[in-house]
């Protein structure tokens, strides 16, 4: 009797170890079978050439100034560069004999909203003319390097330049993909692909802080074009 006992209670030991067993193998089998959530990518030419860009600390802002990248926009054939990039910008743009944009209507790429632009000693700063790579930023970042024409070049390219809000301008200050972002989600791609062409072209290097900055928001529209 005892001896019986003892048999069923081995056997019942072994077909719930087995039983167990199997388990364990079915669970395996299914998540083999479950594809694994890759992590986001960035792709396109906006990533390859931030993959090229130098990665370093940034230096001393010692004796940074405006005057450094040609003090003021540079004039061609009687129109600045202000006026240039206005005109660009703007829909609807007038333009007086002195080259100057009067009005239009800006689709403000900063924060979406529609600007209507009127000439005037109060009302021309609600648009300015933003240099996408903060000119304080593209100083610490490699443009101490270059020479005082090339620096101006790069403060009136229009590949650097932008007309926005006035007040989201003065928000971002010296700020860099790290520190701020348009608050317009749309265009957060196209901005940081902006900077990344400033860059490129000029040599400067951006720290690590802000390529990641930059990589976060790439992953998020895969193939982004450089402009």
């Known amino acids: 009797m005892k001896r019986a006992l003892k048999i ?126 903060a000119l304080s930023n593209a100083w610490q970042t490699g443009a101490q390097q270059l020479s005082a024409e090339k620096r101006e070049e790069l403060a009136n390219d229009p590949l650097e330049l932008l007309a926005v809000d006035g007040p989201a301008n003065q928000q971002k200050s010296d700020g860099d993909a790290a520190t701020w972002l348009p608050s317009n989600k749309a265009f957060r791609c196209q901005y940081v692909a902006r900077q990344i062409a400033v860059k490129t072209k000029y040599a400067l290097w951006v720290t690590w802080a802000e390529k990641d900055a930059i990589l976060r928001i790439l992953t998020t529209c895969p193939g982004q074009a450089l402009p």
């Open 8 to 133: 069923r209670r081995t056997i019942a030991a072994i077909v719930i170890l087995v039983g167990i067993a199997v388990g364990i193998v079915s669970q395996a089998e299914f998540y083999e079978s479950v594809p694994s959530a890759q992590p986001a990518t960035a792709s396109g030419d906006a990533a390859t050439a931030l993959a090229k860009l130098p990665v370093k600390g940034r230096a001393p802002k010692t004796n940074y100034s405006r005057d450094q990248f040609g003090g003021g926009w540079s004039s061609k054939a009687g129109c600045d560069t202000r006026n240039v990039i206005l005109h660009r910008d703007l829909t609807n743009a007038a333009v007086n004999e002195k080259c100057q944009v009067t009005s239009g209507i800006l689709s403000d790429p900063y924060t979406g909203k529609m600007i209507t632009f009127t000439r005037g000693a109060d009302t021309s700063d609600d648009i300015q003319i933003d240099h996408v790579v």
